[in-house]
């Protein structure tokens, strides 16, 4: 994991953490952890400003982060960023929030505001590049990519659609906010349960598992599952 996804550094009243806003918001909020972990006696009780740039971050995003903070008696008191989504995040929180722009640079156009052609814009995502293992979750308002498996008792809830470049063996929700024309792809596809926006299969014990890419998505009211050989 690349050490400069996080820098933490003292100001007057606490500590200023920059967080990465090119990598995936797992990987960044891992290393913040495991960070404020192996000098745990030197940041607790420290007020805490959090510098996200143009990052968009929801407020689930936000909030676990908060609560990471929290948990290893760290007080949020304030965020700084450049993006509306950001901004509304935190004021939906409680957390004030500071526009900050580096003086030594020319202020880039903010994402959520740049005139784009229409056949150019996405979908936000995330990418998690790693197997992940019972008990952990994915949670993302947008799609998610896992570069790996997903094991079973882990979950991946996405609003979008979840693509598993590996074997899809736990529990796994697209279109969660109730989008049914969600897809979920895996190389290798046998989920404990599988979801698309209100519709739910799961794996059948004595079904053949081929180690073929297959796609699961919803058609005449159930979910199908084909393989993309």
């Known amino acids: 994991m690349q050490e400069d996804l996080i820098a933490i550094k003292g100001v007057n009243d606490g500590l200023l953490i920059s967080l990465s806003?090119?990598?995936?918001?797992?990987?960044?909020?891992?290393?913040?952890?495991?960070?404020?972990?192996?000098?745990?006696?030197?940041?607790?009780?420290?007020n805490i400003t959090v510098e996200l740039g143009e990052r968009p971050v929801p407020k689930y995003e936000l909030s676990s982060l908060k609560a990471l903070l929290e948990r290893r008696g760290l007080r949020l008191s304030l965020v700084r960023s450049e993006s509306d989504t950001t901004q509304k995040s935190a004021e939906s929180l409680d957390v004030p929030t500071e526009n900050h722009v580096s003086a030594k640079r020319p202020q880039p156009v903010a994402q959520e505001t740049a005139s784009a052609n229409p056949e150019e814009t996405g979908t936000q995502g995330v990418l998690f590049r790693r197997t992940l293992r019972s008990g952990r979750m994915i949670h993302s308002g947008g799609h998610v990519i896992v570069f790996g498996d997903v094991n079973p008792g882990a979950k991946v809830i996405a609003d979008g659609d979840?693509?598993?470049?590996?074997?899809?063996?736990?529990?796994?929700?697209?279109?969660?906010?109730?989008?049914?024309?969600?897809?979920?792809?895996?190389?290798?596809?046998?989920?404990?349960?599988?979801?698309?926006?209100?519709?739910?299969?799961?794996?059948?014990?004595?079904?053949?598992?081929?180690?073929i890419p297959e796609v699961a998505l919803v058609r005449g009211n159930q979910i199908v599952v084909e393989s993309r050989d």
């Open 21 to 46: 806003t090119t990598e995936s918001w797992q990987s960044v909020t891992d290393q913040l952890a495991a960070r404020i972990d192996e000098k745990a006696e030197f940041y607790t009780g420290a």
């Open 162 to 211: 979840i693509v598993v470049w590996g074997k899809l063996r736990g529990y796994v929700h697209a279109g969660a906010a109730g989008d049914e024309s969600a897809i979920v792809c895996a190389l290798e596809m046998s989920p404990s349960q599988l979801r698309i926006a209100d519709y739910v299969v799961r794996s059948q014990p004595g079904r053949r598992k081929k180690i």
